[in-house]
């Protein structure tokens, strides 16, 4: 067995025993294809997975695939409030990705996704 499918095999046994961190470096192998098939399916799953566990990285990542809809379905109304629960924390390239998106969002778009973050604080 190779060095790099090794750590990959580690990365998964980790990921599987629910080390958020591990699940996010696993989730960037299939998006990017890094020792695995490239496959955004399953990079968002495990995005969503690590997000789940509290990695702010991972709930940028899954803001972003819902805003252009790889891997799951399109929804930029959900990525906004992913992607602003991370920039309200201080994160500076989650800030820049909401940016980004609010520029590209329908007066209505924008409108819903704001409603929908202020109620997810209300929560």
């Known amino acids: 067995m190779d060095e790099a499918r090794g750590k990959l095999d580690s990365l998964r046994m980790n990921a599987e025993d629910g080390d958020p961190e591990a699940m996010f470096l696993l989730g960037i192998a299939y998006a990017e294809g890094r020792g695995v098939e490239k496959n955004d399916m399953a990079a968002a799953r495990w995005f969503h997975q690590a997000s789940r566990n509290g990695h702010q990285r991972a709930k940028t990542s899954m803001g972003y695939l819902y805003s252009i809809g790889r891997g799951v379905r399109r929804d ?43 109620l997810r604080r209300q929560g």
Do not use: I, N, W
């Open 76 to 118: 930029p109304v959900l990525g906004y409030v992913l992607l602003s629960q991370v920039a309200e924390s201080g994160d500076k390239f989650a800030q820049d990705m909401l940016c980004r998106l609010e520029q590209k969002l329908s007066q209505e778009q924008l409108t819903e996704a704001r409603r929908r973050t202020f």
